[in-house]
């Protein structure tokens, strides 16, 4: 385990040691290939999304998230925070600004900015959670657990870092959300195709999902974002789809004394 505090590339307790990838230090173990990396290079360049991810501002993505925790902004100052899965760090950076200390954490550094102290970001795998139990006052789990071979194992080892008392956020796939996962039938073994293929197929799908989200009188937000929810849907060797009452099941079986399903995917807990 290291502390929040380590930046070191050797555990003192241990002795292990840990290298350092484009400048970022990495907990992560020989055996994983990251299939987000591309993705994030892509939303880097312009090439996948819009000016709005998902078609919401940063200040509305971070608001949503405190509204489901029901924490006011005032409170979040001095607060630890893990961002377990911070894809391109755009959270993580406003939680930081607004006076919270933050980790992200995640399997690429594409987006990250290795000489941050805060958020001090970090790679490494939900299997490996490098954090001590009961290190954090806020956790944030968004749209990764069911990208993992393990998806509860993995919820319970970043919910084990959460401090008595402590908040998660969880977004999480449940069955029939969302609907891009269907393209996953059509596409088998999407993960395995070459990242430029993968975009071109994105891209090209990208106009019959716009069309359709019109059709249904959904909310499309935007070309980009439609191709950025096709390839994530693809890209990823696992994408679970789990129940909501196995995951209230298995968050009250494991230390948290409130759990609520907030919306269709989105779950509020407190340990």
């Excluded at 385990?1 to 350092?20: H, L, Q, V, W, Y």
């Excluded at 990396?37 to 998230?65: C, M, N, P």
């Amino acid at each position: 385990m290291i502390s929040f505090e380590a930046r070191e590339s050797r555990c003192r307790a241990c002795g292990a040691s840990f290298e350092f990838v484009s400048g970022t230090l990495s907990f992560l173990v020989p055996r994983f290939s990251n299939f987000f990396s591309k993705q994030w290079e892509f939303w880097l360049r312009g090439r996948l999304g819009g000016a709005h991810l998902y078609g919401l501002t940063l200040e509305q993505r971070v608001r949503d998230i405190l509204d489901v925790l029901r924490i006011d902004e005032r409170e979040m100052v001095g607060k630890y925070v893990l961002d377990a899965g911070t894809g391109h760090g755009e959270i993580a950076r406003d939680l930081a600004r607004r006076g919270s200390f933050v980790v992200g954490m995640d399997l690429t550094a594409a987006a990250l900015d290795s000489e941050s102290t805060n958020p001090l970001f970090l790679l490494a795998d939900y299997l490996y959670c490098p954090f001590r139990p009961e290190t954090f006052d806020v956790v944030i789990s968004s749209g990764v657990v069911h990208h993992n071979e393990e998806p509860l194992v993995c919820l319970l080892n970043v919910a084990r870092c959460l401090k008595r008392g402590g908040l998660m956020y969880l977004y999480i796939y449940e069955p029939g959300t969302p609907r891009y996962l269907k393209l996953r039938g059509l596409f088998p073994l999407s993960y395995r195709y070459p990242s430029s293929v993968l975009y071109g197929l994105s891209m090209a799908l990208a106009p019959v999902g716009y069309f359709v989200k019109r059709m249904l009188r959904e909310d499309p937000s935007s070309l980009g974002n439609v191709a950025l929810g096709i390839h994530d849907a693809l890209v990823a060797r696992y994408a679970y789809e789990i129940a909501p009452d196995l995951i209230l099941r298995t968050l009250r079986g494991n230390g948290f004394r409130e759990v609520e399903r907030s919306a269709p995917c989105v779950y509020r807990a407190r340990k």
